[in-house]
């Protein structure tokens, strides 16, 4: 097989993060037993699996499982990710429309380097909890013209610990001045975190609260995104790094300490939700989704069987460039270099 063929050149901007992501998946093999991502993109489910294209032209792997995290796959996570920030742009531009508006809120805590990431979600979200509760909260909703929120939990890793934070988006009523905003929240994630044992946060960096100025589509895109999309943010310094981040470390000589990062971050996530959302922000949502209504299905391309699978995930950079191949409509020669990495293309028959 030319080598031209096995290092062709992939795509760039979505193409090349979904390439990225398929071979980053090949790493599992140091993922515990636990773990589901210990089986993503590996096991099948049955007694083959299917090289499929979708009606959007997207090439993948079918009859294989999948481990649905939200957390920390580097396949899973952008797909989930990326459906739920198309729900929350529907959401935001229904309550924009009828004359509301937005603000991104920040909440942050001081950490150590010896804090255990568990404790520390556990105490973000009883903080929070705490928060938007009781006759505080309600007074504060009516005061500052809150009608809905959406929380999302983010993490980063570095040489000063694990730092939990929360990306909030407000859905106001009205026009909002943003420092009245800013000081009663302040004050109020203050008494919170003093109240359930956490560092007391600072006045700079405990909350802050930004207006993405102007009730516009691209408004809408950037706050929903910054709420959703923690997969596509990066650390915001070369000593920081977030969540698949880690994936790229753990092929540098850093590679141990990303490994046990990862580690620790899913033993952490294991059944915690990522995003909550409140009860008026879900009536903005429509009933029906997208992905809730008849579409084509996908065409199969070639049927391998569990051995020749064996030999196939093994070559994680010949599988992705195959899958590449397809994308671009290259049948044969991805169906060609399928086969010079272990597929009997004797028994695989393309559809």
């Given at each position: 097989m030319p080598e031209?063929?096995?290092?062709?050149?992939i795509a760039d901007g979505r193409g090349a993060?979904?390439?990225?992501a398929r071979?980053?998946?090949?790493?599992?093999?140091w993922a515990p037993g636990w773990s589901r991502?210990?089986?993503?993109g590996r096991i099948p489910t049955g007694g083959q699996v299917a090289v499929v294209r979708s009606p959007s032209g997207s090439a993948y792997v079918a009859g294989v499982q999948r481990c649905g995290s939200i957390w920390c796959c580097p396949t899973c996570t952008p797909w989930i990710r990326w459906r739920r920030e198309q729900v929350l742009r529907q959401a935001m531009d229904a309550h924009v429309a009828m004359g509301g508006s937005l603000r991104l809120l920040t909440l942050t805590v001081p950490h150590t380097p010896s804090d255990q990431l568990d404790r520390l979600f556990d105490g973000v979200a009883a903080v929070w909890r705490w928060s938007v509760s009781g006759r505080i909260w309600m007074g504060a909703q009516r005061g500052l013209g809150i009608s809905a929120w959406v929380r999302s939990m983010e993490v980063t890793a570095g040489a000063g610990g694990?730092?939990?934070h929360l990306h909030v988006a407000l859905l106001l009523d009205g026009p909002a001045d943003d420092e009245t905003v800013r000081v009663w929240w302040h004050r109020r994630w203050v008494a919170a975190c003093e109240r359930f044992g956490l560092h007391r946060p600072s006045a700079a960096r405990g909350v802050t609260v930004r207006d993405i100025?102007?009730?516009?589509?691209?408004?809408?895109?950037?706050?929903?995104?910054?709420?959703?999309?923690a997969d596509v943010k990066t650390g915001r310094d070369k000593a920081r790094f977030a969540v698949l981040q880690l994936f790229d470390l753990a092929s540098t000589d850093r590679a141990r300490w990303a490994r046990d990062a990862w580690l620790d971050l899913a033993a952490a996530t294991r059944g915690r939700h990522a995003t909550y959302t409140s009860a008026g922000l879900r009536r903005l949502i429509p009933r029906v989704q997208p992905a809730d209504l008849p579409q084509c299905p996908p065409s199969e391309l070639v049927v391998i069987d569990a051995e020749q699978w064996r030999a196939l995930r093994h070559q994680p950079?010949?599988?992705?460039?195959a899958l590449v191949l397809y994308e671009q409509g290259h049948d044969a020669q991805?169906?060609?270099l399928l086969h010079a990495f272990g597929a009997d293309i004797s028994s695989i028959a393309p559809q």
């Open positions: 031209t063929l096995v290092d062709l050149p993060r979904r390439v990225t071979r980053l998946r090949t790493m599992w093999f991502q210990a089986c993503c694990w730092h939990p100025a102007g009730s516009t589509a691209g408004y809408v895109v950037r706050v929903a995104t910054e709420v959703a999309r950079t010949a599988l992705t460039n991805a169906a060609a």
